[in-house]
């Protein structure tokens, strides 16, 4: 019999149960956990850190840590200021009124649907044109009377391309730096869960929704300069939906990322009291 090595096996011979006490198994993971509870003030719960550090050791062993250039887990944190730590890249920085915010630990940050959303600081052209992933995790969908979007970059310049998820009210557009030829799941505006984009190629790239990754053929277009946005696309309205995670950066497998998240968001409701 072959023995697989778990991330949550605690280590005694001839057990494989859950890992009950938060044990640093990645410099990475320990170094964001660190950071989360500094901004908190406060200890995390021993298995949301234990579920932190199986989220990073998972994604390092599918081969999709490196693809991600700018996170942040929007839950489990204890505090707002602890769920915009940033898992990768730089802090995002917050827009909009102050007080429109309402953080959740379990189901994560919803804003005010009007002038709320983050300045992820991830620029557009730091991302290659034919390489680029955009992803989040919504934990209730929008509710607003026209069209927003849930994570976006700029829209503006000769080519017009546009990088978002966009909600309306019958539907999900997904686009990855093109206007034309987008994915349109038209009666899926109510979805949660996870969903995002990916392209590794000029010619077309891949979204995922509901558990179901499917490709569309779509030119890449240059973009102009500017941040990628959460909460909304650059320059157009803010989404008041909520969401527990986002992650922007280069092309990778959209399903692994699915499950690492999916898992993440789950082992919290759990996890926290």
Same mark, same amino acid.
């Given at each position: 019999m072959t023995l697989v090595w778990r991330p949550d096996y605690n280590g005694t011979p001839g057990k494989m149960t859950l890992r009950q006490t938060w044990q640093p198994m990645d410099s990475d993971a320990a170094a964001y956990i660190t950071a989360v509870e500094t901004a908190d003030g406060q200890a995390l719960e021993e298995k949301v850190k234990i579920a932190i550090d199986n989220f990073v050791l998972g994604c390092k062993a599918d081969g999709i840590w490196s693809a991600i250039k700018a996170s942040c887990i929007l839950a489990g944190a204890r505090t707002l200021d602890g769920a915009l730590v940033p898992l990768a890249g730089t802090?995002? +920085?917050? $827009?909009?009124?102050?007080?429109?915010?309402?953080?959740?630990?379990? +189901? /994560? !940050?919803k804003g005010n649907g009007t002038d709320n959303s983050l300045d992820s600081g991830l620029n557009m052209f730091d991302v290659p044109l034919s390489s680029v992933h955009q992803s989040v995790s919504v934990s209730a969908a929008d509710t607003n009377a026209g069209s927003t979007s849930y994570i976006g970059g700029t829209f503006t310049g000769p080519s017009n391309s546009l990088t978002e998820i966009n909600w309306n009210v019958s539907s !999900?557009? @997904? =686009? &990855?730096?093109?206007? %034309?030829? %987008?994915?349109?799941?038209?009666?899926? $505006?109510? %979805? #949660?869960? @996870?969903?995002? #984009? &990916?392209?590794?190629?000029? %010619?077309? @790239?891949?979204? =995922? !929704?509901? /558990? +179901? #990754?499917? +490709?569309?053929?779509?030119v890449a277009l240059s973009s102009t300069d500017g941040d990628f946005s959460v909460f909304r696309r650059t320059g157009f309205t803010p989404t008041n939906a909520r969401l527990a995670f986002y992650s922007i950066g280069e092309s990778l497998d959209l399903a692994l990322l699915d499950a690492r998240v999916t898992d993440l968001i789950n082992a919290f409701g759990v996890a926290i009291p």
């Amino acid at each position: 019999m072959t023995l697989v090595w778990r991330p949550d096996y605690n280590g005694t011979p001839g057990k494989m149960t859950l890992r009950q006490t938060w044990q640093p198994m990645d410099s990475d993971a320990a170094a964001y956990i660190t950071a989360v509870e500094t901004a908190d003030g406060q200890a995390l719960e021993e298995k949301v850190k234990i579920a932190i550090d199986n989220f990073v050791l998972g994604c390092k062993a599918d081969g999709i840590w490196s693809a991600i250039k700018a996170s942040c887990i929007l839950a489990g944190a204890r505090t707002l200021d602890g769920a915009l730590v940033p898992l990768a890249g730089t802090a995002p +920085t917050k $827009q909009g009124t102050e007080a429109g915010w309402n953080y959740n630990r379990e +189901t /994560g !940050l919803k804003g005010n649907g009007t002038d709320n959303s983050l300045d992820s600081g991830l620029n557009m052209f730091d991302v290659p044109l034919s390489s680029v992933h955009q992803s989040v995790s919504v934990s209730a969908a929008d509710t607003n009377a026209g069209s927003t979007s849930y994570i976006g970059g700029t829209f503006t310049g000769p080519s017009n391309s546009l990088t978002e998820i966009n909600w309306n009210v019958s539907s !999900l557009i @997904f =686009r &990855s730096r093109n206007v %034309s030829n %987008s994915y349109v799941a038209n009666g899926e $505006q109510d %979805s #949660t869960g @996870f969903m995002g #984009t &990916s392209r590794d190629n000029s %010619s077309n @790239f891949d979204y =995922r !929704l509901n /558990g +179901t #990754t499917g +490709t569309v053929a779509a030119v890449a277009l240059s973009s102009t300069d500017g941040d990628f946005s959460v909460f909304r696309r650059t320059g157009f309205t803010p989404t008041n939906a909520r969401l527990a995670f986002y992650s922007i950066g280069e092309s990778l497998d959209l399903a692994l990322l699915d499950a690492r998240v999916t898992d993440l968001i789950n082992a919290f409701g759990v996890a926290i009291p």
